[in-house]
């Protein structure tokens, strides 16, 4: 399968306890984004990144979130302290931009917390 | 006032009807316009990328009024497959795609 993949699909855990989620993207994509949908809601922007380099960081994204791509390929999203607001749907999308700006998004299958 | 935002919904429509969703964006510096399709519980999907002048795939076509800063997405002969949610999406210079938060359509026998 050369899609993009998160893991894991489902996570069910306590207020307060730390999470991480990990994307790995389509190979070839320098592009990386992480987004939060709930129930009725688009997409909401996180972070994204270009290889390694994080571009750029949504109000969304508390002191509590972090995103990591270290070698520009393979992503990690953690939470710490989580909140019963945190609950939603944390999608992964990367995309191959080669500087025109037309690049397509393509997503993983989601990583749904919920937090108890 | 939100970035992206599209006709609340959702439109339950017959099979063989004609459907128009309409989204509207606020940045003036956007560059890229698309329409994403999200099944029930599912990631969403490139639809279609909207262009200038207008783009048609098939049954579905795609208009853009930079002017008016409006994208529009026409849906003939609806199909029960097409019951989704759809979801206005704009990129401009910054890289961020930005995503309206959907119109849900319900295409009945």
């Known amino acids: 399968d050369t899609g993009v993949s998160q893991d894991p699909r489902h996570k069910i855990t306590k207020r307060g306890q730390n999470v991480t989620f990990r994307c790995d993207p389509i190979s070839e994509h320098n592009r990386l984004y992480w987004y939060r949908q709930t129930l009725g809601q688009g997409p909401e922007f996180l972070t994204y990144f270009q290889n390694e380099a994080q571009l750029e960081k949504s109000r969304l994204l508390s002191d509590r979130f972090s995103a990591e791509r270290p070698k520009g390929s393979f992503s990690t999203l953690e939470i710490q302290r989580t909140e019963q607001g945190d609950s939603a749907m944390y999608l992964c999308a990367s995309s191959l931009d080669r500087g025109r700006g037309t690049g397509e998004l393509f997503f993983g299958e989601g990583s749904r917390l919920t937090v108890l | 006032r939100k970035e992206v935002e599209q006709d609340p919904g959702p439109f339950n429509v017959p099979e063989g009807a004609t459907v128009a969703f309409n989204c509207t964006y606020s940045?003036?510096?956007?560059?890229?316009f698309f329409w994403y399709r999200q099944d029930c519980r599912k990631e969403p999907k490139l639809l279609m990328s909207v262009y200038s002048s207008g783009n048609e795939d098939g049954r579905f076509t795609a208009q853009l009024n930079r002017a008016s800063q409006y994208i529009s997405l026409l849906i003939r002969d609806s199909k029960l497959s097409d019951s989704a949610t759809y979801l206005c999406v704009v990129k401009d210079y910054g890289q961020n795609f930005v995503f309206g938060p959907g119109t849900r359509l319900s295409v009945l026998p």
């Open positions: 940045n003036s510096a956007s560059q890229s």
